[in-house]
C-alpha cells in the first residue's frame, strides 16, 4: 500500500446519498484496496452532529483502507489540498418538482465551492457533480475556479446510463456485461437522450436486435428519462444508494480507466462535438485514462438522435442562460 492517503473531499456528507457513498470510499471501492483514503466531509453547520455520528459508524467498520477524517463546514478547510471532490450535498427534488426548478436554491452553493476549490484543493484535483441540476451546477462550480482546467469537472450522468444498461439487458434477455457502447447524451434531466444506435448486445448492434421502433420510443427513452421521478414517487425520497453506485463508477472508471472496446457516459465541457455548443456540460461518450477524458468522435448521428441530442442541449443552453441572469457565473 502506498503511505500518502488520496483525499476525497465529500460535500453533503450527512445526507442519503453520503451515507451509502461514504462507507464505499472507505472501503476501497473508488480507488481500490492498495491505496489509503482521507476522507474530508462538508456539511451545513446544523448537520455536523449528525455527520458525527456517520463519522462513529466509519470508524466501527475499521476499514483498511481509511486512513483519517476530517468534517467541517468551511469548504475552504474541508476542500484544502482535495485530490478529488464528490459534491453531492443539494437539496433533492420532491415530487411534481422537475430537476431544474432546483437551479436557484442550489446554484448558489456550487459559486462558494467552486472558488474554494480553485483556491484550495490540490493541482490533480477531479471534480465529480452529483447534486441537482447537476450538469448546471458544474458550470457554476467550473465558471468560478478560473485556475482549475475545465476538463477537470464533470457531472454525473452515470446513473442514467446505468439506468439505460438495466432496461436494455432486461429487453434483450442478457447481462448488463454483455452490453456495450451505450451513450446519455445532454443533460441529467427529463430531456436526457439514452442511445442505443452505436451499442452491442453481446457484440451485435442494439438497435437491429432490439428491432422494436415502438419500445425504442414510448417505453425505453421515457422510462431512462423518468426514473429518477419513478423512485420518488415510490420510494418518497429520491435515489440514494443506486446514486452513490454511480458516483464511485463514474469517478472511478474517469481516475482508472475505461473498459478497451467500450465507453462511458459522462457530463464533461463541450468542445463543441457533435454540435453541442462549446463551454455546456453535457453527457457524451467518452473513454476514460489515468484522470483524462476523450469524447468519441466519429459516431454517425441518425435524425432521431439529433433531434433529441439538440432538445437537451437546448435546454442545457437555457439552464446557462438562466444561472447567467442569476449572476452565479464567474
Ligand atoms: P439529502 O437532502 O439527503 O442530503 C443533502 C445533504 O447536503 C444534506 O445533508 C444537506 O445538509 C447537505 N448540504 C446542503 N447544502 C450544503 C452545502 N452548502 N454544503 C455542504 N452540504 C450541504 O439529499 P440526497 O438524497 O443525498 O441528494 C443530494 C443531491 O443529489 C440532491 O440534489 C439530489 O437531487 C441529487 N441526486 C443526483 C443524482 C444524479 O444522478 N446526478 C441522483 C440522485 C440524487
Ligand atoms: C435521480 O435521477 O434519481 C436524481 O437526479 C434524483 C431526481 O431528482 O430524479
Redesign the pocket.
Known amino acids: 500500500m502506498s503511505n500518502t492517503p488520496v483525499k476525497v473531499a465529500v460535500?453533503?456528507a450527512?445526507?442519503?446519498?453520503?451515507y451509502s457513498l461514504l462507507f464505499r470510499i472507505a472501503s476501497g471501492a473508488l480507488l481500490g484496496p492498495d491505496t489509503p483514503v482521507e476522507l474530508r466531509l462538508?456539511?451545513?453547520t446544523p448537520?455536523l452532529k449528525s455527520l458525527e455520528g456517520v463519522v462513529m459508524e466509519l470508524q466501527d467498520s475499521a476499514f483498511p483502507t481509511l486512513a483519517g477524517i476530517e468534517i467541517g463546514d468551511d469548504p475552504n478547510v474541508i476542500f484544502n489540498g482535495a485530490n478529488v471532490a464528490l459534491l453531492?450535498?443539494?437539496?433533492?427534488?420532491t415530487k411534481g418538482m422537475e430537476?431544474g426548478d432546483?437551479l436557484e436554491a442550489?446554484g448558489a452553493?456550487f459559486t462558494v465551492q467552486g472558488k474554494a476549490l480553485n483556491d484550495h484543493a490540490a493541482d490533480d484535483i477531479r471534480i465529480t457533480v452529483?447534486?441537482?441540476p447537476?450538469n448546471t451546477n458544474a458550470l457554476i462550480a467550473k465558471s468560478n475556479a478560473p485556475d482549475i482546467p475545465a476538463e477537470r469537472f464533470s457531472a454525473?450522468t452515470r446513473?442514467?446510463h446505468n439506468r439505460a444498461l438495466a432496461q436494455l439487458a432486461n429487453k434483450t434477455g442478457v447481462h448488463v456485461t454483455d452490453l456495450k457502447k451505450l451513450t446519455i447524451w445532454g443533460n441529467?434531466s427529463a430531456t436526457q437522450y439514452p442511445d442505443i444506435f452505436h451499442a452491442e448486445v453481446a457484440g451485435k448492434n442494439a438497435a437491429e436486435v432490439v428491432n422494436d421502433q415502438d419500445w425504442l420510443e414510448n417505453d425505453f427513452i421515457p422510462t431512462v428519462q423518468k426514473r429518477?421521478a419513478a423512485i420518488i414517487e415510490a420510494r418518497g425520497?429520491?435515489?440514494?444508494a443506486s446514486?452513490a453506485a454511480?458516483t464511485i463508477d463514474h469517478t472511478r472508471d474517469w481516475l482508472r480507466g475505461s473498459a478497451d472496446g467500450d465507453w462511458l457516459s459522462m457530463a464533461v465541457v463541450s468542445d463543441g462535438s457533435y454540435g453541442v455548443p462549446e463551454g455546456l456540460i453535457s453527457s457524451f461518450p467518452v473513454t476514460t485514462k489515468d484522470g483524462d477524458w476523450e469524447i468519441v468522435q466519429g459516431l454517425e448521428v441518425n435524425d432521431f438522435s439529433r433531434a433529441r441530442i439538440d432538445a437537451s442541449t437546448a435546454e442545457l443552453g437555457e439552464e446557462r442562460e438562466a444561472v447567467k441572469a442569476l449572476k452565479l457565473l464567474g
Open positions: 460535500t453533503g450527512a445526507g442519503q446519498i453520503g462538508l456539511e451545513i448537520a453531492v450535498g443539494a437539496r433533492p427534488r430537476r432546483l442550489n452553493i452529483t447534486g441537482n447537476a454525473l446513473l442514467d441529467h429518477g425520497a429520491s435515489s440514494a446514486a454511480a
